[in-house]
């Protein structure tokens, strides 16, 4: 059964950074593209960043501006989402996912984790 548990989460000052972490487990986690989304209050989810499963090609949404890095730990099944010049927008609960290709759209994740939500505000 895939379990994808994502933590880091919390309450961050506009400018500051946080980096999320997602343990993955129940499948080969290096075999497997990943990415990560966010959902913020009444909107609809929305893809942020994916990476292939050698880690080695990341794709980003253009809105990020190039302050998010994706990146993964085969070693430790953990997928990373590092976040910088945190703005009140990137407010909302993110997820990771188990997806087929590290550019595959939110309705082809085959599953995602619970989320851990950022606040950004001063």
């Known amino acids: 059964q895939v379990q994808l548990v994502e933590s880091g989460g919390g309450l961050a000052q506009p400018g500051g950074s946080l980096t999320l972490s997602c343990a993955a487990s129940g499948f080969t986690f290096s075999d497997s593209a990943m990415a990560w989304a966010r959902q913020a209050p009444g909107k609809d989810l929305e893809w942020v960043s994916g990476?292939?499963?050698?880690?080695?090609?990341?794709f980003y949404a253009h809105s990020l501006k190039g302050r998010f890095t994706i990146s993964r730990d085969n070693d430790k099944n953990t997928l990373y989402l590092q976040m910088r010049v945190l703005e009140p927008e990137d407010t909302s609960l993110y997820y990771c996912?188990?997806?087929?290709?590290?550019?595959?759209?939110?309705?082809?994740?085959?599953?995602r984790g619970q989320g851990t939500l950022v606040t950004v505000s001063s």
């Open positions: 996912a188990k997806v087929p290709a590290a550019w595959a759209a939110v309705y082809d994740f085959e599953a």
């Open positions: 990476v292939s499963k050698d880690g080695i090609h990341t």
